[in-house]
């Protein structure tokens, strides 16, 4: 049998382990994330979703501060039209994070940023653009590795003739299937009718037809290194794993929220429709922001606004409030406010797989679970076979 160390993806002349770690966002797939797995040989991610409170975090900017003094007088208001990110502003709070991540990268692996361009921050004309034609005139256009995430072949087909007149071609396709964690491509009804090894070969078939030779990366329930060898043996250049990186040290989640992960059940995972994007999404069901009825912070973070200045959780915050007039603290079902509960780690999304990350670890003498290394848990996917999960040492 196989293991993933027999095969490498090839990008040129640069031959990399086939190994990407996904992009989770507002730093849970951390700088420190990213640079050892690009150490390791991989691929590793960044994202660069809220931003701005990243790099508040990492680099003592005032960034959210800022903005929210510059529009507070509006917090009690359910009109949000005039909160606009500057978008000056996060360019500079993306070249603290992006820029030194990059200079800090060493040995032969990459880094990849994870662009959110579904967040329309109440200025879609601005910002929500194909990135492909939005940087086709810089020139490093051309020489940048650019990839798409798409869940199926009909979705990919649409983004080729949408940038056809850009004449250029994505240098990979993420292809993430229904086990994913966070949003999901799916609708809610359907996506349990799908599975990741028959959207690879649809896809994988969709790319032939077309004469296309373009890297696909399978992702979404792989959760061993044989997983991810069966996708290399059945046509995929890489893979892109998430669920057991979320478990290390190099992780940004906090420690007790790790515990949370390793301690979870089967029946503790669900996918709903609590974001305000539209998306279904699959998380812990523990997760403190379920059923939150906070206040809309739009004037801090406000990433969700489209081009009416509306957002799902401020219908739902506000249709609560008027049903609720003397309540001190209203609940929202239905919805959250996806901005400030991922900003504080309170949404804790994760792979179909997360009941399984007790099994990856130690159970110590006080009850809580060994927190790994992401070099351990990446050599396990690079060099194991038969299914085997190599435990860490106890040292």
């Known amino acids: 049998m196989k293991r993933v160390d027999d095969f490498r993806l090839r990008f040129g002349r640069q031959e990399l382990v086939p190994i990407i770690i996904g992009g989770m ?79 800090a990268k060493r040995g032969e692996g990459m880094i990849f940023i994870n662009c959110m361009e579904k967040l329309t921050m109440n200025a879609p004309r601005e910002t929500l653009r194909g990135s492909f034609a939005l940087i086709e005139d810089h020139p490093r256009f051309r020489d940048a590795k650019l990839g798409i995430i798409v869940s199926s072949p009909r979705a990919l087909a649409m983004f080729l003739r949408k940038n056809a007149r850009l004449q250029r071609l994505p240098d990979y396709i993420v292809v993430e299937g229904p086990l994913a964690g966070g949003h999901l491509g799916f609708g809610i009804e359907d996506w349990a009718k799908y599975d990741l090894a028959t959207l690879v070969s649809d896809v994988l078939a969709y790319l032939k037809a077309e004469h296309l030779d373009i890297p696909v990366i399978a992702a979404g329930g792989i959760f061993t290194g044989s997983d991810a060898a069966a996708f290399l043996e059945q046509g995929a250049a890489a893979v892109q794993v998430a669920t057991r990186f979320t478990v290390t040290a190099e992780c940004g989640l906090p420690d007790k929220i790790k515990q949370e992960y390793f301690k979870a059940s089967e029946d503790d995972i669900e996918v709903n429709t609590i974001s305000p994007t539209g ?44 049903l609720h007039p003397t309540a001190k603290k209203v609940k929202v079902m239905d919805k959250t406010c996806l901005c400030t509960h991922m900003r504080n780690f309170d949404i804790w999304t994760c792979g179909q797989t997360a009941w399984r990350l007790k099994d990856t670890t130690r159970r110590l003498e006080d009850g809580s679970y060994q927190v790994l290394s992401a070099e351990h848990v990446f050599r396990d996917y690079q060099f194991s076979i038969d299914q085997k999960i190599a435990l860490p040492s106890l040292d």
């Open 25 to 103: 966002g507002v730093d849970i797939s951390t700088a420190e994330l990213a640079l050892e797995v690009a150490r390791l040989g991989g691929i590793g991610h960044i994202s660069d979703a809220m931003v701005q409170t990243v790099s508040d975090r990492r680099f003592d900017t005032k960034f959210v501060s800022e903005k929210l003094k510059k529009y507070k007088t509006n917090a009690a208001n359910s009109d949000k039209s005039n909160v606009h990110f500057n978008l000056a502003v996060l360019e500079e709070a993306t070249r603290y994070h992006v820029g030194r991540t990059m200079e």
């Open 279 to 322: 998306y279904p999404m699959r998380m812990l069901k523990g997760s403190p922001g379920i059923g939150s009825g906070i206040r809309p912070n739009c004037e801090a973070y406000g990433y969700l606004l489209d081009a009416n200045s509306r957002c799902a959780y401020i219908d739902a915050y506000n249709r609560e409030v008027e």
